[in-house]
């Protein structure tokens, strides 16, 4: 595979954010004092009005998110993956999901992260969020998104502001891959198959999917045709999808930087499994934190972890003997 | 516009009876801090928001944010007066597929936060008001939160951003009641200062050692401190709240937690505990025996009635009375509506106008203008055409309606149809003209005939005794309906005005207590009488009501 171009999902993030606030000025943006770092203080530039940086105070950020979303506005908040979920989600909870206004499902709230998972580096295990999407995939009313590149970035972000209701969306804090074409739908619940397969199925997500692309060629080369899904709709999920690739395939490797519990691949195995059951292996942080990982060090953590393409291929061949 | 003082204490004593009926048939909730915010609301409901209940997302309503959610049957209640939902549906609190849910939920139409997890309804608010100011709207956003709330940082988070952005269409009101769920606020996490045994009158009476609003100001806010069940000090400083610009408003309300019910006020029990279905017939006795107790000023130096209109502030007058006399209607003549327009200045205890003048349907305007809150017109003045007219301007200009009978009137049959909404009764118990005068016994027949009457024709306003009113007297006065008490002689004519206040209410409160417990022996016997007084454990309450019932030989 030929060297990928590299994007960063913030800058494409606030991009979009000025470009939909151009477009609805019921947008509103709010950050917790790392309006910098998620590029989101290019938005209180052009809006200054429409945005709000209420300090380190994540609680606050979320609860002023609610009542300005009750008033009829979409709020963006945002900051980094570990203060929110990791931080706020009784308010998040109470104050986002619950409250349900007539004939609606929560509040109109997106909350969009960065610095999601272990390849927040240097900062640390206590800063990498490996947890984020088992807690806001057990909460009612929300959807949680983790986009792959920022072409997926910039039309999940433009999918949210159209769609009410919360949402969660965990973006990377490193430069990922481009992966998707400037074509490419995405539609909420809908995962996406980027290279077909007969013999085994990888589904990812986020900086797993272009590793899952890596692996499918290297196993193509040993006469392995495997499936490659991006998996970008946690919540929902694509049952339909992943029903197909378990009775087409036979078998499932899951792959993203979460804990092995109560992420995607937790959501793909119950879904599988009440709908198609086949062997599935889930790769992740295998219930253990992450630790400090220099930039050029960061794929050392993952291998730590075993979130890499060549893992992948070994595990599907080690499954592909499983197979019912 | 006067301060529509007996609408909102009528309005108050619903809502508080609902609390009590919805939380004992549900078996649980939160009649404690729903009783602490009674008032609180009620100036909100009646008089201050702006909202309709046939359209509650009405875009340009006022927002009542209740932070404090467990109180919800205090919010509840008053949107069922309110009339957005009927007042049977409080008979589903907490019950499954109901719109009331335990805590505030948009379920019900109306609600505007889903309160409960505490700390987080002033940042919402925030929102709210951001919300408001980008649209150029200029509805207010309202939010009460509990002091036990205030040890979340929260609610700190919030202080800071409403400062930070001057949102001035945001007023939080602080239900300063002393007591969370495990005790007393200063034993868990002082705000004030630690309490040094559990008198919690202590932190009452000492303002050097309250340092809440220190607190709050030093976060940028404008902090107006209140007697939270004062209505007119609610009024006042919600006016003054509105009018500050560019800084958001705290309004700290020292309240008493199950504020009207003796067992429940200042009892940390009652914080989430619902009453027991057997009590509420007791409950709702006490709460219609509220009083109130108004000195007359010119019983005093009628050279300085400033002073004693600032005698009657300091002893704490619920309201006061103003006699006013023209010589016509009485022999004597005392003030008129200027020297009312001079006294108005010196406080916002309501003044209660009791018209002793000929003709009152040509100078009630005047009354009006001066600040009168509560106005009383002699029947024998009037005729259903000019009462008619008054009661209209009246209830136009906010200011509660009296009628007043003299003891050799009986009250006259046109009355009858204004009976329903007639906020106040005075029955003299002395020719009116001059103070001082002896109480006519007479009046307690006249009064107990008057009963039928006023219940046939749906009477629901408050008996004021007025003239010859003592210690001696006052209980059997209160027996006989009077809920409030105007006090001469016996309250401006004593060197210390607050002490005869003081006493006046003691001898009220034993009246009362003697009621309630006689009511218990009536609907339980003994075994109830006992029960009831063992509600009482706060304070020497309990040996107090023993020692009545002893004496009326219930127990």
């Given at each position: 595979?030929?060297?990928?171009?590299?994007?960063?999902?913030?800058?494409?993030?606030?991009?979009?954010?000025?470009?939909?606030?151009?477009?609805?000025?019921?947008?509103?943006?709010?950050?917790?004092?790392?309006?910098?770092?998620?590029?989101?203080?290019?938005?209180?530039?052009?809006?200054p009005n429409r945005f709000f940086n209420v300090g380190i105070a994540e609680a606050n950020l979320v609860?002023?998110?609610?009542?300005?979303?009750?008033?009829?506005?979409?709020?963006?908040?945002?900051?980094?993956?570990?203060?929110?979920?990791?931080?706020?989600?009784?308010?998040?909870?109470?104050?986002?999901?619950?409250?349900?206004?007539p004939g609606k499902k929560g509040l109109n709230v997106k909350l969009v992260v960065s610095h999601g998972g272990l390849t927040v580096g240097p900062d640390g295990g206590s800063h990498q969020q490996i947890e984020d999407i088992a807690i806001m995939r057990a909460i009612p009313n929300f959807r949680v998104f983790i986009p792959a590149d920022t072409i997926a970035v910039s039309k999940l972000i433009r999918l949210m502001a159209n769609e009410y209701g919360p949402f969660y969306m965990r973006m990377a804090r490193s430069k990922t891959p481009i992966i998707h074409s400037e074509s490419q739908e995405f539609q909420i619940g809908k995962g996406i198959t980027l290279r077909d397969g007969s013999d085994c199925t990888i589904a990812a997500c986020g900086i797993t999917v272009r590793m899952a692309l890596e692996a499918a060629e290297t196993l193509q080369q040993e006469g392995i045709s495997c499936r490659v899904l991006d998996l970008f709709s946690i919540k929902?999920?694509?049952?339909?999808?992943?029903?197909?690739?378990?009775?087409?395939?036979?078998?499932?490797?899951?792959?993203?930087?979460?804990?092995?519990?109560?992420?995607m691949g937790s959501a793909v195995a119950e879904s599988v499994s009440e709908r198609h059951p086949v062997p599935i292996k889930r790769i992740g942080a295998q219930d253990m934190f992450g630790e400090s990982a220099r930039d050029n060090e960061v794929p050392l953590l993952l291998e730590k972890h075993g979130i890499t393409s060549f893992n992948m291929v070994k595990q599907v061949k080690e499954i592909r003997s499983k197979k019912i | 516009m006067g301060l529509n003082y007996y609408h909102i204490k009528k309005n108050i004593l619903r809502a508080r009876r609902l609390v009590i009926k919805s939380t004992s048939i549900a078996g649980s909730g939160h009649p404690g801090g729903s009783f602490s915010m009674a008032?609180?609301?009620?100036?909100?409901?009646?008089?201050?928001?702006?909202?309709?209940?046939?359209?509650?997302?009405?875009?340009?309503?006022?927002?009542?944010?209740?932070?404090?959610?467990h109180a919800s049957p205090g919010l509840f209640s008053n949107m069922a007066v309110a009339g957005y939902i009927p007042e049977s549906e409080l008979e589903t609190l907490r019950k499954f597929g109901s719109r009331l849910q335990g805590h505030p939920d948009l379920k019900c139409p109306g609600v505007e936060f889903c309160g409960g997890s505490l700390g987080t309804g002033l940042s919402y608010s925030i929102g709210v008001a951001l919300a408001a100011k980008m649209d150029n709207k200029d509805h207010h956003i309202y939010t009460i939160i509990g002091d036990g709330e205030?040890?979340?940082?929260?609610?700190?988070?919030?202080?800071?951003?409403?400062?930070?952005?001057?949102?001035?269409?945001?007023?939080?009101?602080?239900?300063?009641?002393?007591?969370?769920?495990?005790?007393y606020t200063?034993?868990?996490?002082?705000?004030?200062?630690?309490?040094?045994?559990?008198?919690?009158?202590?932190?009452?009476?000492?303002?050097?050692?309250?340092?809440?609003?220190?607190?709050?100001?030093?976060?940028?806010?404008?902090?107006?401190?209140?007697?939270?069940?004062?209505?007119?000090?609610?009024?006042?400083?919600?006016?003054?709240?509105?009018?500050?610009?560019?800084?958001?408003?705290?309004?700290?309300?020292?309240?008493?937690?199950?504020?009207?019910?003796?067992?429940?006020?200042?009892?940390?029990?009652?914080?989430?505990?619902?009453?027991?279905?057997?009590?509420?017939?007791?409950?709702?006795?006490?709460?219609?025996?509220q009083f109130m107790i108004a000195p007359s000023i010119i019983a005093g130096d009628m050279t300085n009635l400033e002073n004693e209109v600032k005698r009657c502030v300091h002893g704490r007058a619920d309201y006061i009375h103003l006699d006013v006399m023209d010589g016509q209607f009485v022999p004597a003549k005392t003030f008129d509506y200027n020297k009312i327009k001079e006294l108005r200045s010196l406080t916002v205890i309501p003044f209660d106008s009791h018209l002793m003048i000929s003709e009152p349907v040509k100078h009630v305007k005047d009354y009006v203008e001066a600040g009168s809150d509560i106005i009383t017109v002699h029947a024998e003045v009037c005729d259903e055409s000019s009462f008619g007219?008054?009661?209209?301007?009246?209830?136009?200009?906010?200011?509660?309606?009296?009628?007043?009978?003299?003891?050799?009137?009986?009250?006259?049959?046109?009355?009858?149809?204004?009976?329903?909404?007639?906020?106040?009764?005075?029955?003299?118990?002395?020719?009116?003209?001059?103070?001082?005068?002896?109480?006519?016994?007479?009046?307690?027949?006249?009064?107990?005939?008057?009963?039928?009457?006023?219940?046939?024709?749906?009477?629901?306003?408050?008996?004021?005794?007025?003239?010859?009113?003592?210690?001696?007297?006052?209980?059997s006065c209160f027996e006989d309906g009077a809920r409030a008490f105007v006090g001469g002689s016996a309250i401006i004519g004593q060197p210390d005005v607050r002490e005869a206040i003081r006493e006046f209410r003691n001898q009220v409160l034993k009246t009362r207590r003697k009621t309630l417990i006689k009511k218990a022996h009536q609907l339980g016997g003994s075994d109830l009488v006992h029960k009831w007084i063992g509600l009482h454990v706060v304070g020497k309450k309990k040996e107090q009501i023993t020692k009545i019932a002893q004496e009326e030989g219930f127990i």
């Open positions: 595979m030929k060297p990928p171009e590299m994007s960063d999902m913030r800058t494409e993030y606030a991009k979009t954010l000025i470009e939909i606030g151009r477009e609805n000025p019921k947008v509103v943006v709010l950050g917790a004092d790392t309006t910098d770092s998620l590029k989101t203080s290019v938005f209180g530039k052009e809006f609860s002023i998110s609610a009542g300005l979303a009750a008033s009829g506005k979409v709020s963006f908040a945002s900051t980094y993956a570990i203060f929110l979920p990791g931080r706020a989600v009784d308010q998040i909870r109470n104050g986002i999901a619950y409250p349900s206004p929902p999920i694509d049952g339909d999808l992943l029903e197909k690739a378990a009775r087409e395939t036979g078998c499932i490797v899951t792959s993203e930087e979460h804990n092995i519990f109560g992420g | 008032e609180i609301m009620g100036c909100l409901f009646y008089k201050f928001l702006k909202f309709d209940p046939s359209n509650p997302s009405w875009e340009d309503r006022d927002r009542l944010v209740l932070s404090k959610g205030s040890n979340e940082g929260q609610i700190w988070e919030a202080a800071m951003t409403a400062s930070k952005y001057k949102l001035d269409n945001l007023t939080a009101f602080l239900d300063r009641n002393f007591i969370q769920q495990d005790s200063e034993k868990v996490m002082p705000l004030d200062e630690e309490l040094r045994d559990d008198n919690i009158s202590e932190m009452w009476k000492d303002a050097s050692r309250w340092k809440t609003g220190d607190k709050w100001r030093s976060f940028g806010w404008n902090v107006i401190e209140i007697d939270g069940h004062r209505i007119e000090q609610i009024d006042l400083a919600i006016t003054k709240a509105i009018a500050a610009k560019g800084i958001p408003t705290i309004i700290i309300s020292r309240t008493i937690k199950g504020k009207s019910i003796e067992h429940m006020e200042d009892n940390p029990e009652w914080h989430g505990k619902a009453p027991n279905p057997e009590m509420v017939p007791l409950i709702n006795l006490e709460l219609d025996s007219e008054i009661n209209d301007l009246l209830k136009q200009s906010q200011v509660s309606v009296g009628l007043a009978i003299n003891p050799d009137t009986d009250l006259p049959e046109w009355s009858y149809k204004f009976l329903p909404t007639l906020d106040q009764l005075i029955v003299m118990s002395v020719f009116p003209g001059k103070s001082g005068q002896k109480y006519i016994t007479e009046t307690h027949e006249k009064m107990n005939k008057l009963k039928s009457i006023l219940k046939d024709h749906k009477f629901t306003g408050y008996i004021e005794a007025d003239g010859g009113i003592n210690l001696e007297n006052i209980g």
